[in-house]
């Protein structure tokens, strides 16, 4: 059923943003009286298609990986000297720079309206309270303490988790002092310096909050089984929804996260558990499955999951805005995403960030899954960071891309004339050689991901 849902979720976000790009470079087409001959969501042989009355046709193929808008040009085949001034080619350098950028410019437009969605809607998130602070870890050579709650990095504001991590994401590689600002819950500030060097260099994959030393906190969890999973360890050694872990290989349990870390570094080994159900104890034996983490590790796991503790009011934060606020909070967050994305590109070339982080279609299905099953915002979220890496993506200046047209036509405003023929042609075959080797790479990590 996973497995379907995640085939689901990623075809509705690759088919949105698809149709969302192309229908950029379409709509300008059309506004600069270019013929457009073909709007196809997808490669291949169409499987579906309709013609308009201006005889363009719309199709969808049967490779949903991208898409393309196909415009009369007298450089693809000879065209009908009554049609001559309908074809691309034909067009003003400003008119093909304004049909090319369009793709991209639709996707940022669609990221905006994600995220103004999402602020109009409002989210209800939690505090980024500090829960735990590990020894001799930059966070607790600074000084920080458990309990207060982080209100800024590096001088910039943040309202919860996902700030703090996009932040501190975007200090990868530094070395020297990261300020984190922060406020007792009694309303005393103080700022923290925790020294870093070469931080998070190589790190694959990244875990910023865990390289700081830094815990999230959250209320305690009592060692109490909800729910069980047919066919995974913990309903193959006969637990129940409502066992209580009491202790494993006679040492005492006394919260979920501590019987979680006993099941995580004893994959495949057998443990002794002693549970408390309905006012008697119980001695079971549970071996734990194995699975494999994106940075090769290997973890235990039972397939259950805790029963749930209602979160304290205090340590809840809302973050709502009306719909004429949120516009600015929505430009100002794709902004901010445009820069990150752009920012790890240069670290991944000069090797502050793995190359293994680049995803492919296998990971993109089984985030899509993963939010799309996490509720609304969420998935929203995670549709509006796609449109903005497939935006910033197309942008890049290599030649296949409508970055790699775009210099072209810029050389051609200082130039005054258009880029030769064999120079396009050259540029071509380098940017399918760059691309199609990103994807094949991008390819080759989702399946070591898989295994």
Known sequence: MGVIQNILAVIVVLGVLITFHEFGHFWVARRCGVKVLRFSV???????????????????????????????DEREGPVDPSEQHLAFNRQSVWKRIAIVSAGPLANFLLAIVAYWLIFVVGTTTAAPVVGNVAPDSPAARAGLEPGREIVAIQNDPVRSWEDIN?????????????????????????????????????????????????????????????????????????????DRIVGVNGEPIDDWMAFVERVRQNPGQQLEIEIAR??????????????????????????????????????????????VAAVGQAFARTGE????????????????????NLSGPITIARVAGESARS??????GF??????????????????????HLIYYLVEVVRGRPVSEQAQALGLRVGLVLVGGLMMMALYFDLMRLW
């Not at 060097?197 to 830094?214: T, Y």
């Not at 994106?294 to 235990?300: A, S």
């Open 383 to 404: 549709m509006a960071y796609l449109s903005i890496s497939l935006g910033v993506l197309n942008l890049l200046p290599i030649p296949v891309l409508d970055g790699g």
């Open 375 to 380: 509720g609304f915002e969420s998935f929203v």
């Open 42 to 72: 997808g490669f291949g042989s169409p499987f579906w298609s309709r013609y308009d009355k201006h005889g363009t046709e719309f199709a969808l193929a049967a490779i949903p990986l991208g898409g393309y808008v196909k415009m009369l």
């Open 166 to 242: 996009l932040k501190l994401v975007a200090a990868i590689g530094l070395s020297g002092d990261l300020s984190v600002a922060t406020q007792a819950s009694g309303g005393a500030a103080r700022e923290y310096r925790l020294p870093v060097e070469n931080w998070m260099v190589g790190q694959d994959p990244p875990r910023p909050l865990a390289s700081l030393g830094i815990t999230p906190w959250q209320p305690d969890y009592p060692a109490v089984i909800d729910q069980i999973m047919e066919g995974e360890a913990a309903a193959q050694a006969g637990l129940e929804s409502g």
């Open 278 to 323: 309905n006012g008697e104890r119980l001695n079971r034996t549970l071996t734990p499955g194995s699975r494999r983490l994106d940075d090769g590790d290997t973890i235990g796991y039972i397939g259950a999951g805790v029963a749930q503790v209602p979160w304290p009011e205090e340590y809840r934060r809302e973050i709502r805005y009306g719909p």
């Open 337 to 356: 995403m445009s820069l990150l994305t752009l920012d790890a590109i240069r670290k991944m070339i000069q090797g502050l960030i793995s190359p293994s």
